[in-house]
């Protein structure tokens, strides 16, 4: 009686929901939902949060870059990471307040010596007191960033220690690296005997084709919405 009331239309709340998904429990007729142990759930909390802590990161550099844009300076046409060695130690003597462009210029290192007039030219801005304040906590937390994440990957190769058969196969696939396969073994486990098929797999891990249009040809696709961890 309970579930024709709530497909009722207009009958349908979270409520009635929640005591429709309580009687089918009572009476058995749900499926158990997937719970990796507990070493596997360690292992995905770990590789979730590296992952948002890159994302951070990479929101960061793109700060940084939209700064530096905002002055003029063109780092980035010239030196092929902003953030690299060189890059830091020119933006360490920006926010000390270096601006001439030359002396900034003479911080390259290695091959970046050898485009010094253009760097000079892309050095050459309009950097003002409000540039450095917001550079310097943007480059601050960049080095935060990088340091917890170098303790967390610390971390997460511990973790990984007891699955080192598990991994090895993974990276025997083509294109499966280190950071892929962990992931992979955090998201699924490695006890496959949870999934009915191959095809349940791909499905639960959402890397499951859909069209995005139906009945249109040539229509767009796209991975399915689950298990995004995985396939994102």
Not at 155 to 184: K, N
Not at 189 to 207: E, I, N, Q, Y
Request: proline residues 4%; hydrophobic residues 45%; contains cysteine.
């Amino acid at each position: 009686m309970l579930s024709i009331c709530a497909s009722i239309p207009g009958r349908k709340t979270d409520i009635k929901d929640s005591e429709w998904l309580a009687d089918l429990l009572r009476h058995g007729l749900l499926k158990a939902s997937f719970i990796p142990p507990a070493p596997v759930r360690e292992l995905r909390d770990l590789i979730r949060y590296r992952k948002s802590l890159v994302q951070e990161r990479a929101r960061e550099v793109n700060r940084v870059q939209k700064v530096l844009e905002t002055a003029n300076i063109k780092l980035s046409s010239v030196a092929t990471d902003v953030l690299g060695k060189s890059g830091r130690d020119m933006l360490s003597a920006l926010i000390e307040g270096t601006t001439d462009a030359e002396i900034l210029a003479e911080l390259a290192r290695g091959k970046l010596r050898k485009q010094l007039p253009q760097l000079q030219q892309a050095l050459d801005g309009r950097v003002q007191a409000h540039h450095r304040l917001l550079l310097k906590p943007i480059l601050a937390h960049i080095i935060f960033l990088e340091e917890t994440l170098e303790q967390l990957q610390q971390e997460i190769e511990q973790h990984l220690c007891p699955f080192e058969e598990t991994m090895t196969l993974l990276m025997s696939i083509p294109s499966i690296a280190a950071l892929a396969a962990a992931t992979i073994l955090a998201e699924i486990g490695d006890d496959m005997t949870r999934f009915p098929s191959a095809k349940h797999l791909a499905s639960w891990a959402g890397v499951v084709r859909c069209i995005t249009r139906l009945n249109i040809p040539g229509a767009a696709r796209k991975n399915s919405k689950g298990g995004s961890w995985v396939n994102g």
